[in-house]
T-cell receptor, first 113, second 113 residues
Framework: TQLLEQSPQFLSIQEGENLTVYCNSS?????LQWYRQEPGEGPVLLVT?????EVKKLKRLTFQFGDARKDSSLHITAAQPGDTGLYLC?????????????FGQGTTLQVKP | DAGITQSPRHKVTETGTPVTLRCHQT?????MYWYRQDPGHGLRLIHY???????DKGEVSDGYSVSRSKTEDFLLTLESATSSQTSVYFC????????????FGSGTRLTVV
C-alpha cells in the first residue's frame, strides 16, 4: 500500500529555473525525511522535518512540513545541473528512529545546462 | 562515510537458487534494516533488526529471511530466488544521536533469470 504520493515523478528543466516537489499522504508521520540518490548509490539524507509547519533551508533547497504532518514539499531555487538526481521523500511513524520508513515513488530531476 | 558496506554489489542468479546478501557496518549500531527498491515503488522495508538475534518482518518480507549473529553483520537470504525478487537491495542503519534519518549502503543489484 502506497501511503506517500510524490509528484511529479519526472521533471526536466533548464538551469536557473525554480521547481517544487510534493509529497502527500493521508497519514500522519512523526518525521518526514528527504533523500537524494545518485545512480548506482544509496539514498543520502538531505534533511528531516519533525514539527508541523516547520521550514528548513539547505542552501538553495527549502523543505516544508505541513501543519498536520501529512505532507511536505521541496523547493529548489535557481536549479543547477549538479542538482540532477532522484529525490525521495520518506515518512516515519512512531517515536525515534524506528527504521520503518514509507517512501514516495521518487522524483527524477534533470537540470539541463 | 558511515561505514556500511554491502556485498556483493552485483549478482545474477537462476530461479530457484538460494542467495545471501551481506551488510556489514563498523558503527556498532543496534538497528539495521533491509530495503528493496523497484521502479514506481520507491524503497520498501523487507526486514529489520534491533540487535543480535533480534529481527522482525517489514512490509514485503515474503520469500526472505534474515540473520544477525553479530552486531556488525546483517544477512538477507532469498531461500529460493524468483524473478519477482529481481531488484536493488539496500541496507541501512540509523544515523544516530539527535538526527532522525538513516545511512544507506551502496546497494546490491540482484537479477534472477
Amino acid at each position: 500500500t502506497q501511503l506517500l504520493e510524490q509528484s511529479p515523478q519526472f521533471l526536466s528543466i533548464q538551469e536557473g529555473e525554480n521547481l517544487t516537489v510534493y509529497c502527500n499522504s493521508s497519514s500522519v508521520f512523526s518525521s518526514l525525511q528527504w533523500y537524494r540518490q545518485e545512480p548506482g548509490e544509496g539514498p543520502v539524507l538531505l534533511v528531516t522535518v519533525v514539527t508541523g509547519g516547520e521550514v528548513k533551508k539547505l542552501k538553495r533547497l527549502t523543505f516544508q512540513f505541513g501543519d498536520a504532518r501529512k505532507d511536505s514539499s521541496l523547493h529548489i531555487t535557481a536549479a543547477q545541473p549538479g542538482d540532477t538526481g532522484l529525490y525521495l521523500c520518506a515518512g516515519e511513524k512512531g517515536s525515534g528512529n524506528t527504521g520503518k520508513l514509507i517512501f514516495g515513488q521518487g522524483t527524477t530531476l534533470q537540470v539541463k545546462p | 562515510d558511515a561505514g556500511i558496506t554491502q556485498s556483493p554489489r552485483h549478482k545474477v542468479t537462476e530461479t530457484g537458487t538460494p542467495v545471501t546478501l551481506r551488510c556489514h557496518q563498523t558503527e556498532n549500531h543496534r538497528y539495521m534494516y533491509w530495503y528493496r527498491q523497484d521502479p514506481g515503488h520507491g524503497l520498501r522495508l523487507i526486514h529489520y533488526s534491533y540487535g543480535v538475534k533480534d529481527t522482525d518482518k517489514g512490509e514485503v518480507s515474503d520469500g526472505y529471511s534474515v540473520s544477525r549473529s553479530k552486531t556488525e553483520d546483517f544477512l538477507l537470504t532469498l531461500e529460493s530466488a524468483t524473478s519477482s525478487q529481481t531488484s536493488v537491495y539496500f541496507c541501512a542503519i540509523s544515523i544516530g544521536g539527535t538526527v532522525y534519518g538513516y545511512t544507506f549502503g551502496s546497494g546490491t543489484r540482484l537479477t534472477v533469470v
